[in-house]
Nanobody, 119 residues
Framework: QVQLVESGGGLVQPGGSLRLSCAAS????????MGWYRQAPGKERELVAR???????NYADSALGRFTISRDNAKNMVFLQMNSLKPEDTAVYYC?????????????WGKGTLVTVSS
């Protein structure tokens, strides 16, 4: 069993910043990648940012230039620094971890943390 716990969400004004954290624990012998996804009201869950154990990153176009993903492999943690937040960033943000499996990664998800951007 693997557990992911997010923290750092909350209410922030447009233009403000938040830093999300996610800690993975449990039966972890390696993590291929960790990332952040979000789901806004009435919309599908989408990738925000992803980072591999080697540090390779991938960002959604909407996040590029404003958000920065980072990780601490030794602590099985991933972070998302969000700057210049916009109302359209309002969503539940979910931490994801892809662990090695037989021929494919196995995805684990956190419960989510709510980010609300509003004046």
């Amino acid at each position: 069993q693997v557990q992911l716990v997010e923290s750092g969400g909350g209410l922030v004004q447009p233009g403000g910043s938040l830093r999300l954290s996610c800690a993975a624990s449990g039966s972890i012998y390696g993590i291929n990648a960790m990332g952040w996804y979000r789901q806004a009201p009435g919309k599908e869950r989408e990738l925000v940012a992803r980072i591999t154990s080697g540090g390779s990153t991938n960002y959604a176009d909407s996040a590029l230039g404003r958000f920065t993903i980072s990780r601490d492999n030794a602590k099985n943690m991933v972070f998302l620094q969000m700057n210049s937040l916009k109302p359209e960033d309002t969503a539940v943000y979910y931490c994801n971890a892809a662990l090695p499996g037989w021929g494919r990664s196995v995805d684990y998800w956190g419960k989510g943390t709510l980010v609300t951007v509003s004046s």
